[in-house]
């Protein structure tokens, strides 16, 4: 299986391929110099296999990358940071 996370920074979002194909979006907009997360889905026949955390992952890392931080609305990404403290100091003021 094939992974691959991009960020589609026009469209606010970062997008999870596996082999190819569209899987899962986690979706922010931009206040000030923190990423808001309200949205992360994974295709329904694709859950239960660790996609939803890799695509978390990555925009986490490329969000730290970036200078930014995260403000988790999305329960996916609050849960995600919860389990993972490493993340917990992207989180916005």
Same mark, same amino acid.
């Given at each position: 299986?094939? +992974? !691959?996370?991009?960020?589609? #920074?026009?469209?606010?979002? @970062? #997008? %999870?391929?596996?082999?190819?194909? +569209?899987? *899962?979006?986690?979706? @922010?907009?931009?206040? *000030?110099?923190?990423?808001?997360?309200?949205?992360?889905?994974?295709?329904?026949?694709?859950?239960?296999?660790? %996609? *939803? $955390?890799?695509?978390?992952? *990555?925009? +986490?890392?490329?969000?730290?990358?970036?200078?930014?931080?995260?403000?988790? !609305?999305?329960?996916?990404?609050?849960?995600?940071? $919860? #389990?993972?403290? #490493? @993340?917990?100091?992207? +989180?916005?003021?």
């Amino acid at each position: 299986m094939d +992974l !691959q996370i991009s960020h589609d #920074e026009p469209n606010q979002r @970062y #997008e %999870l391929l596996v082999d190819g194909q +569209l899987t *899962g979006v986690a979706e @922010y907009r931009v206040v *000030g110099t923190t990423r808001v997360f309200f949205h992360t889905e994974i295709e329904r026949a694709q859950r239960g296999r660790g %996609l *939803g $955390d890799a695509l978390i992952r *990555g925009a +986490l890392d490329d969000t730290r990358a970036s200078g930014a931080h995260v403000a988790p !609305q999305c329960w996916f990404v609050a849960q995600y940071i $919860d #389990e993972h403290p #490493e @993340y917990r100091d992207l +989180l916005a003021a």
